[in-house]
């Protein structure tokens, strides 16, 4: 049997790059944004990635440990998603809320174009 892969698009690949540079910017703070800890650091959305609106807004991340990113019961982005998303409100203010819930509400129409803007955007 010989599987065949599809090639990834320009397009794809655009993402992809801008999934991972995404990452790194929201990393860069270099600890838990939460708990303080600076080992293996995860890059979390605030926002979910499906919403193009804000996949690559550095506003939706959140730099996290993998405890308060996934793993602690106690209090985690992904295990009490209610606690967090009231301590994230809290620490960064209702205007950052406002500002994110708004754009994450629209429904974006990206071109090529527009991903390499974005992409040029957070490179800098």
């Known amino acids: 049997m010989v599987r065949r892969y599809k090639k990834k698009t320009k397009r794809a ?3 992809l790059k801008l999934n991972k540079v995404w990452s ?3 990393r860069s703070i270099g600890y838990c944004e ?3 800890s600076e080992n293996f650091l995860n890059a979390h959305h605030h926002y979910g990635k ?3 609106s804000t996949r ?3 506003d939706n991340g959140i730099c996290l440990c993998p405890k308060c990113h996934v793993y602690s019961s106690v209090f985690s982005a992904h295990q009490t998603p209610a606690d967090f998303c009231k301590w994230i409100e809290k620490k960064r203010g209702k ?3 406002d500002r994110l819930r708004k754009k994450h509400n629209e429904v974006p129409k990206y071109t ?3 991903l390499e803007n974005i992409l040029e955007k957070l490179n800098e």
């Open 95 to 97: 205007a950052w809320a």
């Open 50 to 52: 499906r919403a193009e």
């Open 24 to 26: 790194e910017k929201v």
């Open 34 to 36: 939460y708990c303080h």
């Open 13 to 15: 690949k655009l993402k």
């Open 112 to 114: 090529d174009e527009d």
């Open 56 to 58: 690559w807004d550095i």
